[in-house]
């Protein structure tokens, strides 16, 4: 019996269509670079997303097709090695034996063998499935494919290579007979992407084709113009919505239901869950916990969002200390701040309220990576969202001496030594510094200015701690507190 599926696991799809079903064949035609293969890799994405076992035949090299699904934000490494999916390459015999062989069906025992060898999968992909149903003279190979696939009784996504429907071998016509769905990818000339549907047994939404862009990390997604109008009508309820990808997949229960119980939650512990939940439904903002095990993961997740224009802003969190490199580099990947060792819960309130209200701007097209902190070009003065330029430290500096009640604050000046550049130590110290709170650095001449908001002796001294380790171990530091050394401040104002 044929029974509809929940989703394609493509948005644009999805959403014009009732979707897949079960026992029936969806074709994809279409010419190189047309997307059929990103289309598959996401259809099999949405099986093993819903626990089932997927499989995939290629003509392409495995290496090819993983590193296409890691261009999209899809592990498939991991569920390959999990038993999720099965990867099958006919491409170095299958083929050629088949052309040769007098009776085809034989060999499409053996591939039905093949398949079956570790139980028949949820869905299956065949791609591309043109030599399979190929003229012949002692066979219909698109008949014996056909009834193959029938008695799999899985959901079957074939794809075509040919610039349009017609242009395929007249053995195409039983699979369009058979098909539930048939779907034209065309690409043109100016770079539009659009489906068009030319068959399909459920509903539709409306006529006329179906345009898509191709976005790195996320993989097929509606056009910029659609997802700008969304974004730009976020309500209050979405800006509260807010995405958490576990990837350390130990994050306290307690802490879990306290966010639940603060914000509207979305929780995964696989990132092949995140994209596809970015690419679907509107975000505030982005969590993403790790651990020392799962830093190296934790970064290329970083890479990817930060590819996906518009994003929500993105907070990192660890329950443990990490590395200042690596938390570093992990701003510089992608994530909007960090917050390690303890994951106090007013301190983690404090920083994604601050990130919901800042949001994130476009990213640029184009946009260049920024570089490793020896690379940061001088005039770049952002640094992580704490930068300021000299008289802007100075000034804020001279307004809290003048002001009533001596408030309390620190200035620290840090010089660099063994050769480490004045723009390595920069970034080293914004990455330390608390953000949203009126901390603030510059450069200015030959050293690292920072004022500390509300900072005691007490604080600066454990500031510095963070501030001098290898290879920032032996950096030239002179601390100042108000209101005890306001004398001392007043002079420094002057030089």
Not at 257 to 281: C, I, K, S
Request: hydrophobic share 40%; net charge neutral.
């Amino acid at each position: 019996m044929i029974q509809k599926s929940e989703s394609f696991g493509i948005e644009v799809l999805d959403e014009r269509l009732s979707g897949p079903v079960r026992g029936g064949l969806h074709a994809l035609i279409g010419g190189p670079g047309t997307g059929k293969t990103v289309a598959a890799l996401q259809f099999l994405r949405e099986g093993i997303r819903t626990g089932g076992r997927v499989a995939m035949l290629t003509q392409a090299r495995p290496a090819d097709v993983i590193d296409l699904a890691q261009s999209i934000g899809i592990d498939l490494t991991a569920h390959l090695r999990a038993g999720r999916c099965l990867l099958l390459g006919y491409q170095s015999g299958f083929r050629e034996r088949y052309r040769r062989s007098i009776e085809p069906q034989e060999v499409f025992e053996e591939l039905a063998a093949f398949v079956r060898e570790e139980g028949v999968p949820d869905r299956l992909v065949i791609d591309t499935c043109g030599p399979l149903v190929e003229a012949r003279q002692s066979g219909n190979g698109a008949e014996m494919l056909v009834d193959l696939l029938g008695e799999l009784e899985t959901i079957v996504l074939l794809t075509f290579a040919a610039e349009h429907p017609s242009a395929l071998d007249s053995n195409f016509d039983l699979i369009s007979q058979r098909a539930s769905l048939i779907l034209h990818l065309t690409l043109s000339p100016e770079g539009r992407r659009e489906i068009v549907v030319r068959k399909t047994v459920g509903p539709s939404k409306s006529a006329g084709p179906i345009t898509f862009d191709i976005k790195e990390g996320v993989g097929m997604v509606p056009p910029d113009s659609a997802q700008q109008k969304r974004r730009s009508d976020l309500t209050p309820e979405v800006r509260r919505r807010v995405l958490l990808l576990d990837i350390a997949g130990e994050l306290p229960e307690e802490l879990r239901l306290w966010l639940e119980g603060t914000f509207e939650l979305v929780h995964t512990t696989d990132a092949v869950d995140a994209f596809p939940e970015l690419a679907q439904r509107d975000f505030g903002l982005v969590v993403v916990h790790i651990d020392r095990r799962t830093v190296k993961r934790g970064l290329h997740v970083m890479q990817q969002l930060r590819r996906a224009a518009g994003r929500p802003p993105i907070l990192l969190m660890s329950r443990v200390v990490v590395r200042a490199s690596d938390r570093a580099l992990a701003l510089r990947s992608g994530a909007d701040d960090f917050v390690s060792g303890g994951l106090n819960p007013e301190e983690l309130a404090s920083r994604m309220e601050a990130l919901l209200r800042r949001g994130r701007a476009e990213v640029e097209p184009g946009a260049k990576e920024t570089g490793p902190p020896d690379e940061v070009e001088p005039k770049d003065r952002t640094w992580l969202g704490v930068g300021a330029d000299p008289q802007e430290v100075r000034n804020t500096v001279r307004a809290q001496l003048k002001a009533p009640g001596a408030p309390i604050f620190s200035l620290v000046l840090l010089k660099p030594t063994n050769g480490r550049g004045l723009h390595a130590l920069a970034t080293h110290v914004a990455e330390q510094m608390r953000h949203d709170t009126g901390d603030r650095m510059c450069i200015n001449g030959p050293q690292v200015e920072v004022y500390l908001h509300g900072a005691m002796a007490s604080h600066a001294e454990k500031f510095l701690k963070r501030i001098m380790i290898d290879p920032f171990n032996e950096v030239e530091a002179e601390v100042y507190t108000s209101p005890t050394d306001r004398e001392r401040l007043l002079k420094v104002m002057r030089r």
